[in-house]
Nanobody, 121 residues
């Protein structure tokens, strides 16, 4: 299973970016998908998750500014980031809980390689 993120870059404070993450490979079912980030010198932290049914949850730091969504037919999740702040600067990672075959009984987590988001003041 491969997760590939795209959409990162450099943006000024107050600007917007949209991240995408597509899962591919041997996939039978995709469960919860999520976005995490790791700022310089910090640990990786969860910022938004979405269930296969569309239920979402956000970290307090991004509520009202970030929106997570997904396209189940494409095994893809998106993160729309608005009103970006310098403190949002980090490497953003997506994750997906995946069952790779009908014989498997549980979801296993998979991670993308990360995409850099830099917000200038």
């Amino acid at each position: 299973v491969h997760l590939v993120e795209s959409g990162g870059g450099l943006v000024q404070a107050g600007g917007s970016l949209r991240l995408s993450c597509a899962a591919s490979g041997s996939i039978f079912s995709v469960g919860i998908m999520g976005w995490y980030r790791r700022a310089p010198g910090e640990q990786r932290e969860p910022i938004a998750v979405i269930s296969s049914g569309g239920t979402t949850n956000y970290a307090d730091a991004v509520k009202g500014r970030f929106t997570i969504s997904r396209d189940n037919a494409k095994n893809t999740t998106y993160l729309q980031m608005n009103n970006l702040k310098p403190e949002d600067t980090a490497v953003y990672y997506c994750s997906a809980a995946v069952i790779t075959s009908a014989a498997m009984g549980s979801y296993e987590p998979h991670w993308g390689q990360g995409t850099q988001v830099t917000v200038s003041s």
